[in-house]
């Protein structure tokens, strides 16, 4: 087979983004691009055959299948890329094939003009064309559309086609927006009966000569140009300062360009504790003396009103006691309300705590005829806040009874110690005693009877530390509390961004990959060292909680969202993830704590913590009691189960960050029907419809603060759009700025790639903080970005307008 790289005009991983009912639409040939034009990099496309020739490629006899069979075809014999005959039909309804040629992605007007479309049409699947200067797209209409071209006075043209007799468009899984298949009837008539109208769109042009003066448009005074008080050092913005003072200058009319390069050297003493080498200041004081300026908007009058921003964060919902077990519910709602703080943030951490005090004694069983799949109750999870929101009085309040539990198991422990210490005299006779007998057994030849009265020895052993929490121990101390503790351990961190950063020093290499595994509580875990030998845990299982601080976990979210470690471990640790809404308004309350709620909490956890850990008797592994769904609980759990299996094998849920983590949801959702059951009855045998809608509900509710916590990947244009805002307020950029220059080569956090900053730009412009325009350079048009006036004037921003 050949090499994938062969593919030179198609990405074969892009199989993946097209469509489905695209992808497997069963007309699809292969071709071969021809020799490229050096100049304007265009190239012909020779059509292949399922014979292998350029001939009779319209007919359904000579299509090679789907685009998969295509891509594998031209994979196998070194063609190009795949391609689609037209015309087709999908689900009755024609499909329609947009292709805008001769595309500047760095020309404004043009892509502007293009996303209109693309809007217009549903936002649809589209692509990069094979020679990187055109953009493909595909819709459905109920209605035949009329092929349509329309050529354009700047270069390229736009082409419709859907009717064609005989027509192949090539695809390359180069994907330039992500969108699907949509019906786009209306749209598609419109545009064709648009471009068919041979009317020439409009090209970029710009406002007519208003009496500025002449020099290019963001060295326009707004305003007049102020040296800061104090001396500018490295780091200040010494260089873009001198070539605004040299804009400045020049707006004035009335300097010749040998007294402005004087003015910038004299400023550069006067003005800079670190200056500038003598060159660079002639160089922004030279820049743009033999430029004409575009003439840009600087009234008021030529900009819309400001409109607001689409919240930077969903508003998650609060949590309602109603939906948890009356034994937890009360005493949940009482701290709630005693700490004026949403019931999640005692809830939830209480959840995972019950979940590992149950650990390995119970299991959910999710399909009735399955026994190969079940889930343990063990649970992950985080409250997200800044600091300052109570997180460690509602965190000391969840855990409340687990701490409990740990500090009488270790005050029985030091108990047994005690004992063990004081018999040390006794227990070293007795173990003298054993050898002596067993060396006489050897001597009689009775070798049996010397092993058992050895195997004796070995089982004095000091007392075993029943653990329920821990909070910071090494991999191999973890380990090692595993092995003592079958049931499983939850590890607990006030705040979770350190564990997160521990992960990654030296040393803990696999931590990060044992915890992954202890996640499920299924496979044994064997460590081998040659210093402290093997330690074997059987099937090891360890909840997790704690805080975290919102800016970490944005940031986790977008390193892992550009191809960082993706190995699931934050959509593990995200099941159960919260970011509340606090209340603005607090008010002081002197409500004792409700005694009887809290007792009430406290059995359910003493209760499960006294139903002993079973072993099958003849393998002595753990044997959990194993609860299923009652049969109205398993039917709606079945329905569940298909529909999030069809969201996922169907991506349904475009953002494979957010979908890796709704696939935990299979185990999840029984996870949590079990621990509502056991809330309700430690003694029950099977999981009710009442137990599994309620972990249903939480659930939902779960998911709720999920699309919130995961926002800042889902709309990253979004968060892109706040932070070049927030730049813009403090005054890091000047009005008249040009993304690559200032923005791009900064590196700022949400704003380091060219996508990031265009849909940041697109957005704000389309809720009018910013303008794009052109400036004439003599070559290349150079594209710069005006600010709001009402924006500059805002209080509380710092922006100063363009010199």
């Not at 400023?267 to 743009?288: I, T």
């Not at 990654?504 to 040659?530: C, M, P």
């Not at 359910?604 to 079973?614: A, H, T, V, Y």
Request: one cysteine or more.
């Amino acid at each position: 087979m050949s090499s994938p790289q062969q593919l030179n005009h198609f990405i074969l991983a892009g199989l993946a983004l097209i469509p489905e009912k695209l992808l497997l639409l069963p007309q699809a040939i292969t071709w071969v691009a021809g020799v490229a034009d050096p100049v304007t990099g265009k190239f012909d496309k020779f059509p292949k055959g399922k014979d292998g020739t350029g001939k009779a490629w319209p007919k359904a006899a000579q299509w090679v299948g789907n685009l998969n069979d295509a891509a594998k075809r031209a994979q196998d014999r070194g063609h190009s890329g795949p391609g689609i005959v037209l015309p087709a039909k999908i689900d009755g309804m024609h499909l329609a094939a947009f292709d805008w040629d001769g595309v500047d992605f760095e020309d404004y007007q043009r892509m502007s003009e293009i996303m209109q479309d693309w809007e217009a049409l549903g936002q649809p699947y589209m692509e990069v064309s094979p020679s990187g200067r055109g953009l493909r797209a595909f819709v459905l209409s109920k209605e035949l559309v009329s092929d349509a071209s329309r050529a354009r006075s700047a270069g390229g043209k736009d082409e419709l086609f859907s009717s064609s007799k005989a027509r192949w468009m090539t695809v390359t899984g180069n994907e330039f927006k992500k969108g699907g298949l949509p019906d786009a009837t209306e749209a598609v008539m419109k545009i064709s009966a648009r471009w068919n109208s041979k009317k020439t769109p409009p090209t970029c042009t710009l406002n007519a000569e208003r009496g500025q003066p002449n020099m290019l448009a963001h060295l326009v005074v707004s305003g007049a140009f102020e040296w800061p008080d104090e001396k500018l050092k490295d780091g200040d913005g010494r260089e873009e300062t001198m070539l605004q003072y040299a804009g400045h200058l020049r707006s004035q009319g009335k300097y010749t360009q040998v007294e402005i390069e004087q003015l910038c050297l004299a400023a550069n003493v006067e003005h800079y504790a670190d200056v500038l080498k003598e060159s660079v200041v002639l160089d922004r004081a030279r820049r743009y003396q033999d430029k004409k300026p575009l003439i840009t908007v600087a009234s008021i009058d030529d900009w819309a009103g400001l409109q607001e921003l689409p919240p930077k964060y969903r508003e998650a919902p609060s949590m309602d006691p109603d939906i948890l077990p009356p034994a937890l519910a009360e005493y949940i709602a009482d701290c709630a309300k005693r700490m004026r703080i949403p019931a999640e943030m005692v809830a939830t951490p209480m959840l995972v705590a019950f979940g590992s005090v149950v650990g390995k004694k119970f299991c959910v069983q999710p399909r009735s005829k399955d026994p190969t799949w079940i889930e343990y109750p063990n649970l992950w999870g985080a409250s997200i806040l800044p600091p300052a929101m109570l997180k460690s009085p509602s965190l000391n309040a969840a855990m409340k009874f687990i701490n409990e539990l740990e500090t009488n198991a270790q005050r029985v422990h030091a108990k047994a110690m005690a004992e063990w210490d004081s018999e040390e005299r006794v227990r070293k006779l007795e173990v003298k005693v054993l050898e002596v007998k067993a060396k006489a057994a050897i001597k009689a030849g009775n070798k049996s009877e010397a092993r058992k009265l050895l195997d004796q020895v070995n089982e004095i052993k000091p007392p075993i530390r029943k653990r329920f929490v821990i909070s910071d121990a090494t991999p191999e101390a973890r380990l090692e509390i595993l092995c003592d503790n079958p049931n499983g351990i939850l590890l607990l961190r006030d705040e979770l961004d350190g564990h997160i950063a521990q992960l990654k020093k030296e040393g803990y290499e696999n931590a990060r990959a044992q915890e992954l595994q202890f996640f499920d509580g299924h496979q044994d875990y064997t460590d081998d060292r040659i210093k402290r030998g093997s330690h074997i845990a059987e099937g090891p299982r360890m909840a997790l909680y704690g805080n975290l601080q919102p800016a970490k976990v944005e940031k986790y979210l977008i390193d892992m969202h550009k191809g960082g470690s993706d190995d699931g471990y934050l959509q593990r640790l995200l099941q159960l993830a919260i970011q509340p809404t606090i209340s603005k308004e607090f008010e002081l309350t002197e409500t004792k704590p409700d005694l009887a709620a809290e007792d009430k909490a406290r059995r359910i956890f003493q209760s499960i913590n006294s139903i002993p850990l079973e072993r099958n008797p003849l393998t002595r592994r753990v044997a959990p009691r194993v609860l299923k769904l009652d049969v109205e609980a398993q039917e709606k759990f079945d329905t569940f189960l298909v529909a999030i299996e069809n969201k996922l094998r169907n991506q349904g849920i475009s953002n494979p960050v957010l979908a890796a983590h709704y696939g935990k949801y299979r185990g999840t959702l029984p996870k949590l029907a079990l621990l509502v059951a056991l809330a309700d009855n430690p003694a029950t045998t099977s999981i009710s419809l009442s137990a599994y809608e309620k972990a249903e509900s939480l659930l939902i509710f779960y998911r709720e603060h999920a699309s919130r916590v995961y926002n800042v990947v889902a709309r990253y244009d979004l968060m892109s759009a706040y932070e070049l805002l927030d730049r813009i307020k403090r005054g890091q950029l000047h009005d008249g700025f040009n993304p690559r220059d200032d923005i791009q080569r900064r590196e700022w956090a949400k704003l380091r790639s060219s996508g990031e900053i265009e849909v940041a730009i697109e957005l704000l412009e389309k809720h009018g903080y910013v303008k794009v325009v052109e400036e004439h350079t003599g070559g290349r048009p150079k594209r710069i970005v005006r600010i709001h006036p009402e924006l500059i004037r805002q209080k509380g921003t710092e922006v100063a307008a363009s010199p």
